[in-house]
T-cell receptor, first 114, second 117 residues
Framework: NAGVMQNPRHLVRRRGQEARLRCSPM?????VYWYRQLPEEGLKFMVY????????ESGMPKERFSAEFPKEGPSILRIQQVVRGDSAAYFC????????????FGPGTRLTVT | AQTVTQSQPEMSVQEAETVTLSCTYD???????LFWYKQPPSRQMILVIR??????QNATENRFSVNFQKAAKSFSLKISDSQLGDAAMYFC??????????????FGKGTKLSVIP
């Protein structure tokens, strides 16, 4: 049973470009959380999605960031017009139920903005 | 808002010795979960141990155990017989229903553990 997959593992973007981060949950999981880890910090919640629905986006920056989890395919975190402050590791966690005790993390995507 | 505090940015332990990492949290909820995650240099988040708040018995996983003091809102991690592979960042985390439909994890800032051969 494959674990949570994230790609790319490393992504370099110049300021002003768009970044697309993908998360393929574990088989049978229809709930996805996205977290961001800034350097020397713990992970911070960004958004929680179920298939085709955004449930809680209270941790998402108001501008430039969006997320989706379509009926088919991976969940995508999209960052438009990236700035240096967006440089971070982005983790997704999938869950069969959405519950906090059942979140399985992917390996993360490290975004570097030059 | 819930907060998780790890007051020890760095700790070190001699191989085969025991070390305790501290964590305190703030919440008004009665139903929640607490976790310790390990993050090695690979950055993969690895669940070490979890504790249900309604359980009085402290969780144990092999060499890892917790001291859960619910009234004091304290959740420390004890690592016994420390091994070189235990060297990593350790994050304490909390989860409860947010009211907005999710059970997101709230993390502390982490403790960097070094193991001395």
């Amino acid at each position: 049973n494959a674990g949570v997959m994230q790609n790319p593992r490393h992504l370099v973007r110049r300021r002003g470009q768009e970044a697309r981060l993908r998360c393929s949950p574990m088989k049978g999981h229809s709930h996805v959380y996205w977290y961001r880890q800034l350097p020397e910090e713990g992970l911070k919640f960004m958004v929680y999605l179920q298939k085709e629905n955004i449930i809680d986006e209270s941790g998402m920056p108001k501008e430039r960031f969006s997320a989706e989890f379509p009926k088919e395919g991976p969940s995508i975190l999209r960052i438009q017009q990236v700035v240096r402050g967006d440089s971070a590791a982005y983790f997704c966690a999938s869950s069969p139920t959405g519950r906090g005790y059942e979140q399985y993390f992917g390996p993360g995507t490290r975004l570097t903005v030059t | 808002a819930q907060t998780v505090t790890q007051s020890q940015p760095e700790m070190s332990v001699q191989e085969a010795e025991t070390v305790t990492l501290s964590c305190t949290y703030d919440t008004s909820e009665s139903d929640y979960y607490l976790f310790w995650y390990k993050q090695p240099p690979s950055r993969q988040m690895i669940l070490v141990i979890r504790q249900e708040a309604y359980k009085q018995q402290n969780a144990t996983e092999n060499r890892f155990s917790v001291n859960f003091q619910k009234a004091a809102k304290s959740f420390s991690l004890k690592i016994s017989d420390s091994q070189l592979g235990d060297a990593a960042m350790y994050f304490c985390a909390y989860s409860a229903y947010s009211g907005a439909g999710s059970y997101q994890l709230t993390f502390g800032k982490g403790t960097k553990l070094s193991v001395i051969p």
